[in-house]
C-alpha cells in the first residue's frame, strides 16, 4: 500500500518547506568581509555607498530605546491556557469557540451536506470548503448584503486559503487501501484534490447564537487550482510565461498551495502561493538547456520527480482534450507554445482576488516576485507615499523581501476599489531582499537587472526585468541577501509601524556544509529529543529608518521559541519563556486593528508536539531596541560536524507572563493558521488546519486508530480542517 501524504510527510509540496534549494553561499557582507574575500568590484560598483552607510548605523542609545518603548495599551484579560496533548480544543474559561466552516461545507443551500467518507464527486468539491485552511481576511458588508461596509462587524465576507490536503481522508477507504502511487493516479481522485486547493469566499452573518454562512449569498464562490488567472505586472506576456494553454503568456489556469495572506487598502484580497514547486512534474536535468538547469534546481531541486501527488500521471495517460493532467508536466517538447515548460512558472505569486465581484478573474502580481511566497502584509498607507508591502519565503535558507509601489497612495482609491485599483499600485514597482548586520542594523537591496551583481551573476544571466522577478531567489542569491531560517509571516504593528517576522525553524543550521550562524540566526543546538539545528524556530523584529520605504534599517530579534525546561541552559531559552508561554516553531503572525498592540502568534510545531499541540498565543510587544545584546554560546552538535560557537545578538526584553500568554491549544496533529477579527474586535476567526494529518493510510477504516477524530466524534468520524469563531461570553472585546 501506498502511504498517502501528509502535509509534513517529505514528499508532500509542503515537505519541502524544510527542503533548500539555496546553495548560493550566501552569508553577511560581514562575514564575506572578516574571511577576506573580494568584493571590491561589486561594492565599487554598485552598493559600496549603501553599505559604508549602514555599517555606520548604531542601534542608538539605550536612553533613545527605553524612551521608545511605548507603554502597553492594555492588560491581557484572560488566564494562560495550559499545554495539552488531549485531541480537543482548548480556549481560555469565559470563551466559547464555534466551528464555522469545514472541509466539505457546501457553498451554497443547494448542495448536499458533506458525507466525510470520501464518497463526494469532485465536481461537487469546487462548491464545497477546500482542504487545509489557511491565511484568511474578514470583508465588512452592509446590512443589506449589497456592498462593501469596512465598519460591519455582523455581516461580511470571509475570504480564506485552502493550502493542501489531506489525502488519506479525502478519498474513500477502498481507495487509499487500493494506494495512490504518484506514477499512475486515476483523474477523477487528481480532479478531487485539484478543487480541494485555492481559495473560499463566504458571507457570513452574525445573529442570534453567533455566526453563520449565508448558503444564499450570491457573494460566495470558490476558486480552484483549475481556476482561471490572469497574468499582470512586468512577467506578463513574457517568453518565459508562455505555455500551450496561453501562448501569448498572459494567462494561467490555478492557484495553488495557498498559504498566508495580505489584503489592500482597496478592499481586495492578497493570496500567496508557497509550495507549488513539489505539484510539478519535472524532467532530468539532461533535457535542459545549462540556463533553464539552473533555474528549476533553484526552486525544484535537481532530480527528475513525477510530482508530489503524481497529477501529471493520470493512469492511461490525459485523455481529458483540455490538459487538464498535462499541465502539470514541465517536460520540454518542440516549443514553449506546444508544451507547459514554463507552467511552474505562472506559480509562485502574491494573486490578488476581488471579492466584491464574484465574476472577476484573479491577477497573479508578478512585480511581487516569485518564491514559496507566505504572505504580503501591509505596512500603514499614508497619503502621498508608497505602499509598502513585506514578504516571507518560506523554506529553508531563504529570504526576507519588501515590495515598495511606484505610485503613491492616494486615500480617494479606497472607495473605488477593484482590481483596476491593484493595476495601478501593484503591476509597477521595485522588489528588494533583505541583508542583516551582526551590529543590528540592515538594508534593502533592489532587485534590478541593473544592480552590477545581478547584471554579472556567473550562476544565471538574466535576460530582463521579468526574468528577475520570475526568479527572484536567483537575483537576491547574486546581490547577497541572508539566508533565513524558513522566514514565513510578516506583521506590521499597527502602533509602531515596526515589522515582525516569523522563523519557523531550520533543521540545518550550524551544518558543516550548510549555512553557517550568523547574529540573525544565532542558535545551533541539539534539544535532546532528536531535533538538531535551530528546531524551536524565532521572531524577528526590524524599525525602517527614518520610515524611508527603501532605506536601511535597525533590527533584533524579538522572541527566541523554546521549550522552558531546556536543561536550565539559558542559551536556547534565550528570551526566559514560562509553561504559560513557551512555544515552538512560529508560523502565523497577525495584529489586532481593533485592539492595536495585540499580536496573535500562531505555531505549526513538530519539535515539541510530545508536550503540546499547536498553538496560539496573545503579545503585548514593545519596541525594537528594548532589551540588549545577548550572547548566545552553542554546543557542538556531533551530527552536524560542527563545534562550540559564541554570537552576539540584539534581542529584545525577555518575554513575562503579562506580555506573552498562551490562549488556545488545537487538536492533536493540526497547526494553528490563519487570524482575522471583526472590525469591532469581538469576534475572532482562526484556522485549525489538517487534525490528525500523521493518521497512517492502514488506519484509514479504523477510527479509533486515527490520531484526531476533531471536530466530530471521538472515535467516528473523520477529522476536519475547519474555521474557528471565537468570542467573548461577556460579549468584550478578544483578548482583553
Keep these: 500500500m501506498t502511504d498517502p501524504l501528509s502535509k509534513h510527510h517529505p514528499l508532500s509540496p509542503n515537505g519541502l518547506d524544510d527542503l533548500s534549494r539555496n546553495d548560493s553561499g550566501n552569508v553577511s557582507l560581514e562575514q564575506l568581509l572578516n574571511a577576506r574575500l573580494s568584493r571590491r568590484s561589486v561594492l565599487k560598483g554598485g552598493f559600496g555607498l549603501a553599505a559604508s552607510s549602514f555599517f555606520g548605523v548604531g542601534m542608538g542609545t539605550a536612553e533613545e530605546a527605553a524612551a521608545a518603548v511605548p507603554s502597553a495599551p492594555f492588560a491581557l484579560g484572560f488566564n494562560a491556557v495550559a499545554k495539552s496533548v488531549a485531541d480537543a480544543l482548548t480556549v481560555p474559561p469565559g470563551y466559547r469557540a464555534t466551528v464555522l466552516w469545514r472541509v466539505g461545507d457546501p457553498l451554497h443551500g443547494n448542495i448536499p451536506d458533506y458525507a466525510n467518507d470520501g464518497s463526494d464527486s469532485a465536481a461537487s468539491f469546487a462548491s464545497r470548503a477546500g482542504d487545509h485552511h489557511d491565511g484568511m481576511h474578514y470583508f465588512g458588508l452592509n446590512q443589506a448584503g449589497t ?121 481586495t484580497y492578497l493570496t500567496c502561493e508557497e509550495n507549488w514547486a513539489g505539484y510539478f512534474k519535472t524532467p532530468a536535468p539532461a533535457a535542459l538547456s545549462a540556463r533553464a538547469r539552473t533555474a528549476l534546481k533553484r526552486y525544484h531541486g535537481a532530480a527528475a520527480k513525477p510530482g508530489s501527488y503524481g497529477w501529471a500521471n493520470p493512469a492511461g495517460g490525459d485523455a481529458s482534450g483540455a490538459d487538464l493532467y498535462n499541465r502539470w508536466d514541465l517536460t520540454p517538447g518542440t516549443a514553449a507554445a506546444s508544451d507547459f515548460r514554463h507552467a511552474s512558472n505562472t506559480m509562485g505569486w502574491v494573486v490578488e482576488i476581488d471579492p466584491f465581484n464574484p465574476a472577476s478573474t484573479p491577477r497573479k502580481r508578478t512585480a511581487l516576485g516569485r518564491f514559496a511566497h507566505e504572505g504580503a502584509m501591509p505596512a500603514k498607507a499614508v497619503a502621498g507615499k508608497p505602499l509598502v508591502y513585506y514578504m516571507g519565503d518560506d523554506a529553508r535558507n531563504e529570504y526576507l523581501y519588501k515590495f515598495v509601489s511606484a505610485r503613491n497612495w492616494e486615500p480617494a482609491d479606497a472607495a473605488l476599489g477593484g ?318
Design 419 to 736: 482590481l483596476v485599483i491593484g493595476d495601478k499600485y501593484l503591476d509597477d514597482g521595485k522588489l528588494y531582499a533583505a541583508r542583516f548586520q551582526a551590529d543590528g542594523s540592515g538594508e534593502w537591496i533592489e532587485l534590478k537587472l541593473g544592480h552590477p551583481a545581478i547584471a554579472a551573476y556567473p550562476a544565471y544571466a538574466f535576460a530582463d526585468q521579468a526574468d528577475v522577478l520570475i526568479h527572484s531567489r536567483l537575483a537576491a542569491d547574486a546581490v547577497g541577501a541572508t539566508p533565513m531560517d524558513r522566514p514565513e509571516w510578516t506583521g506590521v504593528h499597527p502602533v509602531t509601524g515596526e515589522v515582525y517576522l516569523t522563523l519557523t525553524n531550520n533543521s540545518q543550521r550550524g551544518k558543516v556544509g550548510g549555512k553557517p550562524l550568523d547574529a540573525a540566526n544565532p542558535r545551533y543546538y541539539d534539544d535532546g529529543e532528536g531535533h538538531t539545528g535551530n528546531p524551536n524556530g524565532h521572531i524577528l523584529r526590524l524599525r525602517e529608518n527614518g520610515g524611508i520605504p527603501a532605506a536601511a534599517f535597525k533590527w533584533d530579534i524579538y522572541l527566541f521559541a523554546a521549550e522552558s525546561d531546556q536543561f536550565g541552559n539559558p542559551h536556547i531559552n534565550v528570551s526566559g519563556l514560562s509553561d504559560d508561554n513557551d512555544f515552538s516553531s512560529p508560523d502565523g503572525l497577525w495584529f489586532s486593528q481593533a485592539a492595536p498592540g495585540l499580536m496573535w502568534l500562531q505555531t505549526d510545531d513538530g519539535a515539541y508536539t510530545d508536550v503540546s499541540n499547536c498553538m496560539m498565543l496573545a503579545a503585548l510587544p514593545g519596541r525594537q531596541g528594548d532589551g540588549a545584546p545577548v550572547e548566545i554560546i552553542s554546543r557542538a552538535v556531533p551530527s552536524h560536524g560542527n563545534s562550540d560557537q559564541s554570537v552576539t545578538a540584539p534581542a529584545g526584553k525577555p518575554a513575562t507572563p503579562a506580555t506573552l500568554r498562551r490562549f488556545l491549544v488545537g487538536p492533536r496533529g493540526c497547526e494553528i493558521t490563519g487570524v482575522s477579527e471583526t472590525p469591532d474586535g469581538k469576534a475572532l476567526f482562526v484556522n485549525i488546519q489538517h487534525p490528525g494529518e500523521l493518521t497512517a493510510a492502514a488506519d484509514i477504516a479504523h477510527p479509533a486508530r486515527f490520531q484526531s477524530c476533531w471536530p466530530g466524534a471521538a472515535g467516528v468520524d473523520r477529522p476536519r480542517s475547519a474555521t474557528l469563531v471565537i468570542t467573548k461570553e461577556d460579549g468584550g472585546l478578544i483578548g482583553r
Design 147 to 267: 456592498a462593501a461596509d469596512a465598519a460591519n462587524s455582523r455581516r461580511g465576507l470571509l475570504v480564506l486559503n485552502h493550502e493542501n490536503i489531506t489525502q488519506v481522508f479525502l478519498h474513500t477507504s477502498a481507495e487509499v487501501a487500493a494506494g495512490m502511487p504518484a506514477t499512475a493516479r486515476v483523474a477523477a481522485q487528481i480532479d478531487k484534490e485539484v478543487n480541494a486547493h485555492g481559495v473560499s469566499v463566504i458571507e457570513v452573518v452574525r445573529a442570534q447564537g453567533g455566526f453563520r454562512v449565508n448558503q444564499d449569498s450570491g457573494w460566495n464562490r470558490r476558486i480552484t487550482a483549475a481556476s482561471v488567472a490572469d497574468l499582470s505586472g512586468p512577467a506578463r506576456g513574457d517568453d518565459l510565461m508562455v505555455t500551450r494553454f496561453s501562448p501569448s503568456g498572459v494567462q494561467t489556469r490555478g492557484t495553488l498551495n495557498n498559504c498566508a495572506n495580505g489584503y489592500t487598502p482597496w478592499g
